[in-house]
């Protein structure tokens, strides 16, 4: 069965960076799009990143436009995001998804 493990969230400082992991099995991951969503305490799940099978970027989102970056290593079934330039606004659970699969998520917070 399709699995989406996150890793890599925590605490930091703001200005500060994260690289969220997320390993992928079950399928066949160089053949999927891959996406980053994040949702923060009484909001609305939204989209942070995407991916295509081979690597290009998708989207463009405005509030982190500039900080964060998505990636993927097919060979390690992986899908990457880097966050640098961390802010306050940034604190959410972070989500892993293959459509129509989500991971369990992993916290980051930004705060001093």
């Known amino acids: 069965q399709v699995q989406l493990v996150e890793s890599g969230g925590g605490l930091v400082q703001p200005g500060g960076s994260l690289r969220l992991s997320c390993a992928a099995s079950?399928?066949?991951?160089?053949?999927?799009?891959m996406s980053w969503f994040r949702q923060a305490p009484d909001k609305e799940r939204e989209l942070v990143a995407s991916?295509?099978?081979?690597?290009?970027?998708?989207n463009d989102v405005d509030s982190v436009k500039g900080r964060f970056t998505i990636s993927r290593d097919n060979a390690k079934n992986t899908v990457y995001l880097q966050m640098n330039s961390l802010k306050p606004e940034d604190t959410a659970v972070y989500y892993c998804?293959?459509?129509?699969?989500w991971g369990q998520g992993t916290q980051v917070t930004v705060s001093s």
């Open positions: 991916i295509s099978p081979a690597g290009v970027s998708l």
């Open positions: 079950g399928f066949t991951f160089r053949n999927y799009a």
């Open positions: 998804r293959r459509f129509p699969y």
